[in-house]
């Protein structure tokens, strides 16, 4: 049996809680097992190891909703075009100079230096989409061993999807239900999802299949929706309806969809995403590159719908990603009271969960994963029960983050990873992202 007592400055157990000012909390097995007052804590779990945390915050581990990790090889490369417009982005550029070049070491080298990242970010669980048409079957495998020897917890997809042709359509599919066939068991660290592309790049009859593949495996799905105005435009000309309208009148939408971006959503749409019980990914940062748009998402929330933040493989500073949430919709709509730093903080944990399925995750409560960040406290200004959000939100860096654990392991401590060898990660990775480059 392992135990370890944890004594903090500020415990931030939710955002709904609130924070409380000299509390820890004890682990046991990997489990929260007690939540309270430094002192009495001690005095209930006497010879309990102590970690000494007093005078920083003590949080949730982030949850990282969206992420590609293979854009990791993609930072900075330079490509003779200039695509105008999303498709063209996609079909000029996206398609061509990174996802078909993908093999599967590509992928292990890229999973390994993105894991690297979201530990130092303090972010502990994820959802990933690969999307390598030419490196199946076999490419979530590789990812999975790199995740597994970081530590942490991952929810692994492959992007099904049929612009290569239904063949390879199919092998998407495949590598999805074998991999949640060999993972999906209780305990597992890396389990899988089920995942489609969108609606123009896959049939009718191919999303159905998708979904009663869902089902079967009981896996839940997640696909791309809306992420510019393309989509919409293109839903409209070839169905007659917008993209939630078509998934819904194909029997698709459920509460085991998860939806990533979000951006390009009718007033209509949001309502039946509401009314499915959809679970959506916003991803602030990425929607600005690819010019795609402001999520609704202070509107989704007022529905009732589950929101978690990604960072899309994009900028992977999950403390910036949170700076997004928190700035880009104040100045979209002209309104400052809009998703105050409570409000993303809890997108970034407790909803992020949700978003994901996560049950034993996004909280600091008994009986909940121990999967805990502490990060250093010692501001240029007081820090308060007023304004710790907005101080840990707009004022906090991974430079911050002392310690990452998962399931009670420690996987990051006084700024050094203790899982993996970090340097070697990044070397690889560069080697990697040099390979990547030159194939075009």
């Known amino acids: 049996m392992s135990e370890k007592t944890i004594l903090g400055g500020d415990l931030v157990a939710s955002a709904a809680a609130g924070p409380k000012e000299g509390w820890g909390l004890h682990i046991r097995d990997g489990v929260i097992d007690d939540v309270g007052p430094n002192a009495s804590l001690t005095t209930a779990h006497p010879g309990s190891p102590v970690l000494d945390a007093r ?94 020897a970081a530590g942490l917890r991952g929810i692994l997809s492959f992007e099904a999807t049929e612009r290569m042709g239904a063949a390879n359509g199919r092998l998407g599919l495949a590598e999805n239900a074998e991999f949640v066939r060999a993972h999906n068991r209780p305990g597992s660290p890396v389990t899988g999802m089920m995942c489609i592309h969108t609606t123009f790049t896959c049939s009718a009859g191919f999303l159905k299949d998708a979904r009663r593949m869902a089902d079967e495996l009981r896996s839940g799905i997640q696909l791309h929706l809306s992420e510019s105005p393309y989509e919409p435009g293109w839903c409209l000309e070839h169905h007659g309806k917008r993209p939630a309208e078509f998934y819904a009148d194909l029997g698709f939408l459920g509460p085991d969809v998860l939806a990533s971006q979000c951006v390009q959503l009718s007033e209509g749409e949001m309502d039946l995403l509401a009314k499915y019980g959809v679970r959506a990914s916003h991803m602030p940062l990425s929607n600005c590159e690819v010019g ?84 250093d406290a010692d501001l240029p200004s007081p820090l308060n029960e007023r304004n710790l959000f907005d101080q840990l939100v707009l004022y906090r860096n991974p430079q911050d983050v002392e310690m990452v654990m998962v399931r009670g392991r420690v996987l990051l401590e006084g700024g050094r990873l203790t899982t993996v060898d970090e340097e070697r990660i990044r070397a690889r990775a560069k080697e990697a992202a040099a390979a990547l480059w030159r194939k075009k």
């Open 55 to 148: 005078g920083m915050l003590v949080i949730p581990g982030l949850i990282n909703t969206h992420m590609h990790m293979y854009g990791m090889l993609s930072h900075g490369i330079s490509v003779p075009v200039s695509p105008q417009g999303f498709y063209a982005f996609l079909e000029e550029f996206w398609w061509p100079y990174v996802e078909d070049q993908l093999d599967r070491d590509l992928i292990r080298d890229a999973a390994a230096l993105a894991a690297v990242e979201m530990v130092r970010s303090g972010v502990t669980s994820f959802s990933d989409i690969l999307e390598a048409p030419n490196a199946i079957p076999g490419a979530l495998e590789a990812e999975r061993e790199a995740i597994e």
């Open 292 to 375: 795609g748009g402001v999520a609704p998402v202070p509107d989704l929330l007022a529905r009732g719908v589950t929101v978690g933040l990604g960072s899309d493989g994009y900028i992977n500073n999950f403390f910036e990603v949170m700076r997004g949430a928190f700035l880009i919709h104040k100045a979209y709509r002209q309104d400052p009271r809009v998703m105050p730093a409570r409000t993303v903080f809890d997108l970034a944990t407790a909803q992020g969960a949700r978003a994901l399925g996560l049950a034993d995750a996004g909280t600091l409560e008994p009986g909940k994963s121990a999967d805990i960040v502490v990060i």
